[in-house]
């Protein structure tokens, strides 16, 4: 897999798993957290494969397959039984496989807590005797009181598992809060060695010192005009970008709009098929498709090496969560840009975000490039046009969606 040599987040948490202790390991996006708990795990499970051997939790799908893509390159040479426990998959598999007894399960909270509540005991007895438990982005597992709070379906979830004193709970974040931090301090049975805590290159939530980031004052008028004609300079044409949005129906228009403008892009949102967000992002690894339009769901752990611009065509109301977003780009010491889309009401959000992060961005520029000429002269009639047809397109993939639910339309019409 060409790892040479352990990086810092792995050369600290290893050891210390292996020992048997607790772990709490904060690292910035992109340092290698999954081989820091992944390789331990599959180290403990070869000296004694028995059962359901570790549980890992993670929120959302693609991060649960790319973990469990990652375990099972890792465990090659070795025999894993391993199992995927997301939302767009069929229960009814999913259950026979958990009743199979895996060695690993990789499951997002809502899923696993579906199948605690439904699927039986026969089902889920054996996750009773689970030796490892990892909440890999546990900043976002034990948030609470957010809208969408995954919270209840974790607790849920570590209610069959056997408790705290009796397995060994590994905790992975780029995010060091501190409700996380606190939890070293929680009471420790005689027999458990104190909680290990391991923060690396977490100074004020640190960026990666490789990314330039950058801000684009706009019109929010035409915020639209403005994308297209940025995505068509030089310096950026050649680029594999990821767009993104605050909102679903804003990632859904643009892929439309960007698309309609002959731009090679595919989209990830929640509102997509399971099959469908695999495919997209598979097609934009492969780069079959230059731009990605996603929501913050392909904001965390994503490992896609490729990717030289993040943009934000809508700032995030949590600086965090821009963090995160960034992080898609300039990974393992590889450079990256981001621009940020800074309209007339957004400068209080960009203040935030650069005291987050302790760095101030600079105003982006392109030599020979006059953004707003170009937009003017170029893109305000073109732009107006396919704008129309997107928005056409979309309601009428609506109609024909409703007619569908209400079996009006059948889904293979005869010629």
């Avoid at 229960?91 to 895996?102: K, V």
């Avoid at 339009?293 to 752990?301: I, L, N, Q, S, Y």
């Avoid at 490039?369 to 129309?388: D, P, Q, S, Y």
Wanted: aromatic share 4%; hydrophobic share 40%; with cysteine.
């Amino acid at each position: 897999m060409a790892i040479k040599r352990p990086t810092a987040i792995q050369k600290g948490c290893i050891p210390e798993i292996l020992k048997g202790r607790d772990c709490i390991g904060g690292s910035r996006t992109g340092s290698g957290k999954t081989v820091a708990f992944a390789v331990p795990i599959l180290q403990k499970w070869a000296e004694d494969p028995c059962g359901v051997f570790g549980l890992v939790l993670t929120p959302t799908r693609e991060l649960a397959l790319q973990i469990y893509e990652q375990f099972k390159a890792i465990s090659s040479p070795q025999s894993l039984k391993a199992v995927l426990i997301t939302g767009g998959s069929d229960m009814r598999q999913q259950a026979t496989a958990l009743a199979q007894r895996p060695h690993l399960v990789i499951a997002t909270p809502g899923r696993l807590a579906d199948h605690i509540r439904t699927s039986g005991e026969d089902t889920i007895c054996a996750l009773r005797r689970v030796k490892m438990v990892v909440l890999d982005e546990a900043d976002r597992l034990l948030a609470s009181g957010s809208v969408g709070s995954m919270l209840p379906d974790v607790e849920e979830c570590l209610s069959v598992v056997p408790p705290p004193a009796k397995r060994q709970t590994l905790l992975f974040t780029a995010t060091m809060t501190p409700e996380i931090r606190a939890l070293k301090e929680l009471p420790r049975t005689p027999e458990k060695p104190p909680v290990f805590l391991c923060e690396v290159d977490l100074q004020a939530l640190a960026i990666p010192a490789s990314l330039n980031q950058m801000y684009l004052q706009i019109q929010v008028t035409h915020r639209e005009h403005y994308l297209h004609m940025f995505l068509l300079t030089d310096h950026n044409l050649p680029k594999s970008i990821i767009i993104f949005c605050n909102r679903i129906s804003t990632a859904d228009y643009l892929t439309h709009l960007l698309r309609l403008l002959e731009h090679r892009v595919t989209a990830l949102h929640s509102k997509l098929p399971q099959r469908q967000r695999i495919d997209n992002l598979g097609r934009f690894r492969a780069s079959a498709a230059r731009i990605l339009v996603a929501t913050d769901v392909a904001a965390r752990g994503l490992d896609i090496p490729e990717v030289d611009l993040v943009i934000n065509y809508d700032i995030p109301r949590n600086p965090d969560d821009y963090i995160h977003r960034v992080g898609r780009t300039a990974r393992a010491g590889r450079k990256g840009e981001s621009v940020t889309f800074v309209g007339q009401r957004d400068v209080e959000l960009v203040h935030a975000i650069e005291a987050r992060v302790g760095r101030q961005m600079e105003a982006w520029e392109e030599e020979g490039v006059n953004l707003e000429t170009r937009v003017i002269r170029e893109a305000l009639k073109l732009v107006g046009e396919k704008t129309r047809e997107a928005r056409l397109e979309i309601e009428e993939g609506r109609e024909v969606g409703g007619k569908r639910k209400r079996g009006m339309v059948k889904l293979r019409p005869n010629k």
